[in-house]
Nanobody, 125 residues
Framework: QVQLVESGGGLVQAGGSLRLSCAAS????????MGWFRQAPGKEREFVAA????????YYADSVKGRFTISRDIAKNTMYLQMNSLKPEDAAVYYC??????????????????WGQGTQVTVSS
């Protein structure tokens, strides 16, 4: 069973930074492409970033490119999303995901199979 546990959300001022973490088993990292999606109130879930299972490929939504960085630390069985230069429009519940779809497929709207419980990010203007 795939379990994904996010942490690191919170309240930050516009222009600030946050780092989200996602803990998962080593097998999950080996078997699936991992990523982050988000959902703001009244909006659909949208792709943020994804990391291929070998960590050799990363893909970002245009809205976060250059500001967010996805990475993982296999020794800690943890994936990260470093978010810099946050904007009010980045406010949402952020979900860690795992699935078999490629990073480009996820970016095109294919929803991953497994989701964490989500962590709230609030950005004040």
């Amino acid at each position: 069973q795939v379990q994904l546990v996010e942490s690191g959300g919170g309240l930050v001022q516009a222009g600030g930074s946050l780092r989200l973490s996602c803990a998962a088993s080593r097998q999950t990292f080996s078997d699936y492409n991992m990523g982050w999606f988000r959902q703001a109130p009244g909006k659909e879930r949208e792709f943020v970033a994804a990391l291929g299972w070998s960590a050799s490929s990363a893909y970002y939504a245009d809205s976060v490119k250059g500001r967010f960085t996805i990475s993982r630390d296999i020794a800690k069985n943890t994936m990260y999303l470093q978010m810099n230069s946050l904007k009010p429009e980045d406010a949402a519940v952020y979900y860690c995901t795992a699935g078999s779809a490629s990073v480009t497929a996820q970016a095109a709207g294919v929803m991953p199979r497994y989701w964490g419980q989500g962590t709230q990010v609030t950005v004040s203007s």
